[in-house]
């Protein structure tokens, strides 16, 4: 069959991604970075295309709460923000997480904190990997650093969520959401019947018959020794979770003597410094964690065999340097270069700050 | 003992939409019959399979442990944003919130007042006694003027507190909205009214025609420190002149 | 071969659709491309630019501070973007407005009088087409038929009526480049 390619912004392909998985629902609030994902369903009809519900709330809290009662009744539902917007969905985003449901939640971070900048950041980090909002959760993050993968990884985003019956974050900048690159589409996946959900989800409200005990979506537990059993519980899931889902990328790795270590953006940046790097006579590779949790640390440790340093890049202060870090204990050094306030990192700025620190 | 246990003696039996959970409210409190008016009504439409209700955060947070439909529980005031993606995505189910005045009437003014706007297809149940029971007797948006609470120690002071809301006539002045009506459950004429309100809401609701608001002015002894059968009689001299009882708008105003 | 272009120009001049049109004539011949727009407020009347990327190979970054080709269509992208073009590399631009031309000794600079030449051929809207065709001139990266095809996927259904004038324009742009300065 002949590949279907299309030329797209990182935005539309999140929109086109979740109508060709079948997704039931889409619900978000314009905010600069991500808005053409709304833009783009509501241009596209999901709702003639696959009876895919597209709706623009009237605030991302009532966007998240939106998806939160879509999830709870077994549906596949997804909303976007940028910055600002995703710290307003924290208190869903924690609700969610506590009564287990699944969803998609894409993040366009621009720079912060406040209102900030427009341009593209990656300072939303630990509130990504960290948990976010309030009590002992995580969301499994995925970093997508091409168009492409904002296209598939909203689709992986999806089925992890339901493997695990846990919110998934796409953390993604302003600069991947409005760049356009080739696409290639996958084939349009029919939404589930009302039959498949029952029996995907049978914790699921969709509505009581005779043969079932009521079922109930909360997050709720009042009797400490019961809430302390539901916290292992999630221990548990995210232990799974950091021993089966750890993906990653590397780049030119096998003869590294210097490691960078980026997401998203700053990964695409550090790949043609590692590039230049090389014509210049330094052996530079490149980890790129896919999915900042789980964190590859086990990866990340066992590069410490091999290489004299690490540098990790990125649009912030100085946030997954902490977590390499913590993966390296001490073994290698560890340094860390960010740029702030919605600029970029350049690959000379890279190639610099290795010479600098090793 | 057993011969008196006959069919024809029956005079009520409880309905199979409440579970056999005891009911962890004031004695006194409204919310219990309030449960089971709607309970009874789900059951009588036949609407058993096809609810799911949302809980709110406030007195009524376990609602989903009395009412054996599906249920959800909402962050505090959202149960609007959920009930909307709900009945959008199961168009034909009996989609309902069950919510206090904090939570509809303050945290949740956003959502109630866009779920309304936009005529999500839903019922809303709204009880409203005037302050924040389960925190503990706060004051409320409802809270009436001059009214004590424990944030309003020496009455409520509307130019420092602002006025008490109205906020099913705020509503029903939206397009959205199919039928508001203002009723109280403390004596057995006003039950039957009641049952025969949420009767319509919730036909209505399966008739698609819109949001359905019933609200409930009800009690709140144990925050407004009386005896039951006084804070209902408080009721009756001091809400009800402020929250009128009756339709506030039905389909015949259209 | 990868060739990376910045255009930039004022906001209207269609400056970012035709990176796109650009964009999607590359992908009709299997390539890899990028196209990054600068985005936010000063899209709004101010300048606007978009660096594409057109390439055999998987594009690492999309953003970049130094071009292959940079085309410049306003005094104030001339002077942002003049120094960053690639020593050996290609300047192409619009003299209309332009106060103070190219300077550089060490690349490659065309001029295409587009702007001139839409108005007295009355074509305003597809100005940025004439441009489009003087830069194929110079470059042979991008096929003329894939830049009909790319057209055609780029533009709307609705705008499919005008895809003739486009070519004509493209071709006028081919006709009317004037070669400034080369220096290989």
């Not at chain 1, 789980?294 to 100085?318: C, D, R, W, Y």
């Not at chain 3, 000063?42 to 085309?71: C, K, Q, Y």
């Not at chain 3, 065309?110 to 809207?125: F, H, N, Q």
């Amino acid at each position: 069959m002949k590949k279907e390619l299309r030329l797209m912004k990182g935005n539309e392909a999140v929109g086109e991604a979740a109508i060709r998985v079948g997704a039931d629902g889409y619900f978000g609030y314009p905010i600069t970075t991500q808005s053409e994902v709304l833009e783009y369903l509501m241009s596209e009809k999901p709702h003639e295309r696959t009876g895919m519900v597209v709706l623009q709330a009237e605030s991302e809290v009532a966007a998240i709460n939106m998806v939160y009662g879509a999830a709870g009744a077994g549906k596949m539902a997804i909303t976007s923000s940028s910055s600002p917007g995703i710290s307003l969905k924290q208190e869903g985003i924690s609700y969610m997480a506590g009564a287990e449901l699944p969803c998609v939640i894409l993040n366009v971070v621009r720079g912060g904190p406040g209102l900030g900048t427009i341009q593209p950041g990656q300072a939303d980090y630990f509130q990504a990997v960290k948990g976010g909002g309030h009590g002992d959760y995580k969301l499994i993050t995925l970093a997508p650093s091409s168009v492409q993968e904002m296209y598939d990884f909203t689709i992986l985003g999806f089925e992890l969520a339901f493997k695990y019956r846990n919110p998934v974050m796409l953390l993604s900048d302003g600069a991947i959401g409005q760049m356009m690159e080739k696409v290639e589409l996958t084939e349009q996946k029919e939404r589930r019947t009302t039959e498949e959900i029952v029996k995907q989800c049978p914790w699921a409200t969709t509505g009581k018959p005779k043969s079932r005990d009521h079922n109930i979506i909360t997050s709720l537990e009042l009797q400490s020794d019961k809430q302390e059993e539901l916290n292992h519980k999630l221990q548990r899931k995210y232990k799974q979770v950091e021993e089966d889902e750890v993906r990653y990328e590397t780049i030119q790795c096998e003869d590294a003597e210097y490691l960078i270590i980026a997401f998203g953006t700053s990964a695409r940046i550090a790949q043609k410094a590692v590039k230049e790097a090389r014509e210049q006579g330094i052996k530079m590779g490149l980890l790129r964690p896919i999915t900042l949790f789980p964190f590859p640390k086990k990866k990340i440790m066992e590069m410490t065999q091999q290489v004299k340093g690490m540098l990790s890049v990125e649009m912030n202060a100085g946030q997954m340097v902490e977590d390499i870090r913590l993966a390296v204990n001490g073994k290698v050094p560890v340094e860390h270069f960010g740029r702030l306030g919605g600029n970029m990192p350049s690959s000379e700025e890279i190639i610099e700050q290795v010479r600098k620190h090793f | 003992m057993e011969d008196i246990k006959k069919a024809e003696y029956l005079a009520y039996k409880k309905t199979e939409v409440l579970t056999d959970k005891v009911l962890h409210y004031c004695p006194g409190c409204g919310h219990g019959t309030i449960h089971r008016l709607v309970a009874e009504v789900i059951e009588e439409l036949d609407l058993q399979h096809k609810t799911i209700g949302i809980a709110p955060v406030g007195c009524s947070v376990l609602a989903y442990e009395y009412f054996n439909v599906d249920f959800q529980e909402a962050a505090h005031g959202r149960a609007p944003a959920l009930a909307t993606a709900i009945s959008r995505l199961y168009p034909d189910h009996a989609v309902f919130t069950y919510q206090g005045d904090g939570d509809l009437a303050a945290i949740g003014t956003a959502e109630t007042i866009h779920a309304c706007n936009r005529g999500e297809n839903i019922v809303i149940v709204f009880v409203n006694n005037g302050i924040y029971g389960m925190t503990g007797g706060q004051m409320a948006p409802t809270t009436l003027e001059n009214m004590k609470s424990s944030t309003s120690p020496y009455g409520r002071d509307v130019k420092m507190m602002g006025s008490p809301m109205k906020m099913s006539e705020l509503v029903a002045n939206l397009p959205g909205t199919h039928y508001v009506t203002r009723q109280a459950v403390h004596k057995p004429g006003h039950v039957r009214k009641t049952k025969r309100a949420l009767k319509k809401a919730f036909q209505y609701q399966q008739e698609k025609k819109g949001t359905q608001l019933v609200e409930i002015v009800s009690n709140c002894n144990s925050g407004w420190k009386m005896t039951p059968n006084k804070s209902n009689q408080w009721m009756e001299e001091n809400m009800f002149p402020f929250f009128p009882l009756g339709d506030i708008k039905t389909p015949d105003d259209k | 071969m990868t060739e990376e272009l910045i255009i930039a120009g004022f906001g209207g001049q269609g400056v970012l659709s035709m990176g796109k049109i650009l964009a999607y004539s590359a992908m009709m011949q299997d390539q890899e491309v990028s196209w990054m727009p600068s985005y936010g407020p000063e899209m709004r009347g101010g300048t606007a630019n978009v660096t594409v990327i057109l390439s055999d190979e998987r594009i690492s970054s999309p953003i970049l501070n130094t071009f292959d080709t940079a085309i410049i269509l306003n005094q104030q992208s001339m002077d942002k973007f003049e120094k960053s073009v690639k020593p050996g590399g290609l300047l192409l631009y619009d003299g209309n407005g332009i106060t103070r031309h190219p300077e550089r000794e060490d690349i490659n600079i065309y001029r295409v009088d587009a702007t001139d030449e839409a108005a007295r051929i009355g074509m305003a809207k597809i100005f940025n087409m004439i441009v489009l065709g003087a830069y194929l001139k110079i470059k042979d990266n991008v096929k003329l038929e894939n830049v009909v095809l790319g057209l055609k996927k780029s533009l709307p259904n609705r705008y499919h009526h005008m895809i003739p004038d486009n070519e004509k324009a493209i071709h006028r742009g081919l006709e009317i480049v004037r070669q400034i300065q080369t220096v290989n």
